[in-house]
């Protein structure tokens, strides 16, 4: 079957939607030479920045829509659904008994330390949930057999008053799911047009409140995200876009549009996702194999570590809700460019969370936005050029920036140019006591570690968070503001599948137990290398990876141990899968239960495409030696570490392959403005890479 991409063409073209602005990334398959453009989101019609993208990059580089042969796109659409609660109305089917199954939850507080606080509340009301009489017991085994009139009946209802959407979660559906296929059957054929998805269809795993959100998730996505995909579809193809499109994924990967279509809650992710993919491809260009990942946006900033290999979580919390599902390991730690500042009743100053986004804006868009954001104070300290914002496309106006950034600095008795420092010390401050913390807990030691920065602000940040953690080599690479982009177009076609066992492994059990998971792992890779067989994506090898969520008897939470090593059938098998849970268990908890007999609670396959990785074009010799110092453009007064300095201005499209300059020094380009403080020496890397080391 002839793959639906094609690399023949000239180019690759990857987009990823943000909340402020949506990057593009046009990749020249013969060159390796990139070329970026940035236009604003349109959450009202988000598909529209990305044809408004591609109009754009035909302005300004005369690009040809025909030569596109390979298009990937991110979106942030699915996520903000979830946070803004702006999905389908979405009914919700439930074993008798289980109605209450998303107000009880698992009964935690989202605030251990306040008995006041409110829970969340779910995505579905409870009065659109609908309990059927039927019953599967935990092996699997039908103790009440479904009638499938009464989930007609139930659906008929639901659609009567107005829902667009049903999930259908029934107990233990994960061990069989017959029940869900046949509720979801009846309902397809009575309701032709109602989106409709089960939990074991799409993630079967053993706990039904979590496989229940999941399912409820997608169903609450579904609708919209299939307009979107439909509307995407049309408008590029006016535009004379021949390639099809494929869609990243939470755990790095991508997909086929129509895969994304049914089951578009694995997209939640996928922008930031696909950030640490592009990190992770620049970081192997230029041998760093330990990388702390810094994507600072107009909204929110996320990290993300790449120790050899990315890091990836079974968990992740999107908006109020906790998910189950595998995606690179991404965590929030702070504000964005347009986060806004303001003073709290006892007259302290704080940065986010709440953003101006892109309409309005920060105040210096003149777009009517009056908050002073942190792209406001960026402009007042000097660090921004108004007038080189985005090339100039994006004129920024420093007497509104000033205008809002005055209340902030007469509440502190500061002029505009102090209260501007003192909103991005508290920014660093803010990301500072998240990210510490947080690297404690995954063993990360800050001082053997790149900070590498990307995102529309985290080059401009960036440096100034590592001079105050102690970081002391911070990487820009050549396109920062689009990389997300990029990264989605060295993505592989990848997919997660799961099947819950639920044994207890030891010296007694093992045999039986490790049969049954080899038996499993097989039916598993059976699906995985058809997934990738269906989606038609041109793969240059195929494989998956064996894994097993293992945990000690008693415990409510598991680790997922990698077992691709292991011959799960050969005679020492059991002893090479205990001896990969211990020594996995001992990095996260630092200790071991010998005593304690370990369970298999799931089997995990990740099937992997892997896709033709381009080479990047490099730049042209500067004939620096490595002590010669580029003529900067200009230089300009900034406002740092509480007093005015001097700092050279460069222009990074002017930067040649070993050229050498010290901070404090800006170079601005297109997508972002790279700043780097007093205490750092930057060099040019061949491939166009601005590498600060501190000294």
């Known amino acids: ?57 035909i302005a300004r580089y005369g690009l040809d829509p025909a030569e596109i042969g390979y298009f990937v796109h991110g ?25 209450d199954l998303l107000d009880l939850g698992r009964s935690r507080l989202p605030n251990v330390y306040d008995l006041l606080v409110e829970k969340p509340e779910p995505l579905i009301d409870r009065s659109r949930v609908r309990e059927i009489d039927e019953r599967m017991l935990a092996g699997g085994r039908v103790q009440k057999a479904i009638d499938v009139e009464e989930v007609v009946k139930a659906a008929g209802e639901l659609v009567a008053e107005g829902v667009e959407a049903i999930a259908v979660s029934f107990l233990h559906s994960y061990a069989n799911p017959a029940h869900e296929t046949a509720a979801r059957d009846a309902i397809a054929e009575a309701f032709p047009g109602l989106f409709v998805c089960t939990s074991s269809g799409t993630w079967p795993q053993i706990r039904e409140y979590e496989r229940s959100m999941i399912s409820v998730t997608n169903a609450f996505l579904g609708r919209r995200m299939s307009n979107y995909y439909s509307n995407l579809i049309e408008d590029i193809e ?35 996702a696909a950030g640490v993919i592009g990190a992770q491809f620049v970081g192997a260009c230029i041998g760093e194999r330990k990388l702390i990942c810094l994507d600072m946006g107009g909204t929110s900033t996320e990290v993300a570590v790449i120790n050899e290999s990315i890091l990836y979580a079974n968990e992740s919390r999107i908006g109020d809700f906790e998910l189950v599902l595998p995606s690179v390991d991404v965590n929030s730690i702070g504000a964005g460019g347009g986060s806004i500042a303001w003073i ?76 501007s420092e003192a909103i991005l010390r508290v920014a660093t401050s803010n990301m500072y006591s998240q990210l510490v913390p947080l690297m404690a807990r995954k063993g990360v030691d800050l001082s053997e570690y790149a900070l590498l920065c990307y995102g529309g602000a985290g080059p401009t940040h960036g440096a100034l968070l590592a001079k105050e953690v102690g970081i002391t080599k911070v990487v820009v690479p050549v396109a920062p503001g689009a990389l997300c982009a990029l990264g989605s177009l060295v993505a592989d076609a990848k997919s ?200």
Request: a negative charge; glycine letters at 12%.
């Open 1 to 57: 079957m002839k793959p639906l991409t094609s690399h023949a063409k000239r180019y690759r073209l990857g987009a990823d939607i943000g909340g402020t602005f949506t990057d593009m990334s046009l990749l020249d398959e013969a060159t390796g030479f990139v070329q970026i453009a940035k236009v604003p989101s349109t959450p009202s019609t988000p598909h529209l920045s990305v044809v408004h993208g591609i109009e754009a990059l």
């Open 75 to 99: 979106t942030t659409i699915g996520l903000n659904s979830i946070i803004e609660r702006k999905g389908a109305a979405t009914g919700l089917l439930v074993t008798r008994g289980f109605g």
């Open 238 to 272: 006016k535009l004379g876009v021949p390639a099809h499109a494929l869609s990243t994924k939470s755990n790095g990967g991508i997909m086929t549009v129509a895969s994304a279509r049914s089951i578009p809650v694995e997209t939640l992710s996928s922008g930031p």
């Open 344 to 419: 709290d009743s006892a007259g302290i100053l704080k940065v986010g969370p709440e953003s101006a986004g892109s309409q309005p804006g920060p105040a210096c868009y003149g777009r009517g936005g009056e908050d002073a954001t942190i792209t406001d104070a960026y402009v007042a300290t000097g660090i921004v050029d108004p007038d080189a914002f985005l090339d100039g496309e994006l004129k920024l106006d420093p007497a509104l920036a000033h205008q809002a950034l005055a209340p902030i600095g007469a509440a502190l008795g500061l002029d505009v140019q102090a209260a």
């Open 496 to 695: 997660d599948f799961i099947a819950t066992l639920n044994r207890p492994l030891d010296a007694e059990s093992a045999g039986a137990t490790l049969q049954a998971a080899e038996r499993g792992i097989e039916a598993l890779e059976e699906r995985a290398r058809g997934w990738i067989k269906g989606e038609r994506i041109a793969v240059e090898s195929e494989g998956t990876v064996r894994s097993l969520d293992m945990r000690y008897h008693g415990q409510s939470f598991d680790v997922t141990v990698d077992v691709s090593h292991v011959d799960l059938a050969a005679p020492d098998a059991f002893a090479q899968v205990v001896e990969a849970f211990e020594a996995f268990y001992r990095s996260v908890y630092g200790h071991l239960d010998p005593s304690a007999t370990i369970e298999i609670v799931n089997l995990r396959v990740t099937a992997v495409g892997t896709t033709r990785k381009p080479r990047l074009a490099e730049l042209a010799d500067g004939g620096g030696d490595g002590d010669g110092e580029p003529e900067p453009r200009t230089r300009r007064t900034v406002f740092l570490e509480g007093r005015s300095q001097e700092a050279a201005v460069y222009t990074r499209s002017a930067l040649r392959r070993g050229d050498v300059f010290c901070g404090p020094a800006i170079v601005e380009q297109y997508d972002t403005t790279v700043l780097f403080p007093s205490g750092f020496r930057c060099r040019v890397d061949s491939y166009g890479n601005i590498i600060g080391e501190a000294v």
